[in-house]
């Protein structure tokens, strides 16, 4: 089990055209030292976009950060209609874990390893 991060998203003025979609660009900063810019666009509904970042009025288009390592872009986009009947919730076997209990175990089984550290650096880290 999990909660979404609440992201504190800056909305610009400034504007572009993404696959013939009106887009907004938005800044999220973090610690001063990160900084993700997105172009959101607010004719798509859905608040979802790449890398797990949402929060935005509507879809994100584009992607990227300040230092260029993170670049998305939408080169098409479709539109695909969903039967409500068609939605079924995850089926779950084994114990659901919170965030926490889930760095925890994941701490005490792999956290003296370099890549367990690494690992858990980039799950649970500043994204």
């Known amino acids: 089990m999990d909660t979404l991060y609440d992201r504190k998203w800056k909305i610009t003025e400034s504007k572009r055209v993404i696959c013939g979609y009106n887009c907004r660009k938005a800044i999220w900063q973090y610690n001063d030292s990160v900084r993700i810019?997105?172009?959101?666009?607010?004719?798509?509904?859905?608040?979802?976009?790449?890398e797990s970042?949402?929060?935005?009025?509507?879809?994100?288009l584009g992607?990227?950060?300040?230092?260029?390592?993170?670049?998305?872009?939408?080169?098409?986009?479709?539109?695909?209609?969903?039967k409500t009947t068609e939605i079924t919730k995850p089926k779950t076997k084994d114990k659901v874990y919170t965030s926490q209990e889930l760095k925890t175990k994941l701490e005490k089984e792999?956290?003296?390893?370099?890549?367990?550290?690494?690992?858990i650096k980039n799950t649970f880290g500043y994204w």
Do not use: N, Q, T
């Open 37 to 50: 810019y997105a172009w959101y666009c607010d004719d798509i509904i859905p608040s979802v976009g790449p």
């Open 110 to 119: 792999f956290g003296k390893e370099k890549w367990g550290k690494a690992m």
């Open 53 to 60: 970042f949402y929060g935005l009025p509507g879809a994100i």
């Open 63 to 82: 992607l990227a950060s300040e230092d260029g390592g993170i670049i998305y872009f939408a080169k098409s986009v479709e539109r695909i209609d969903i």
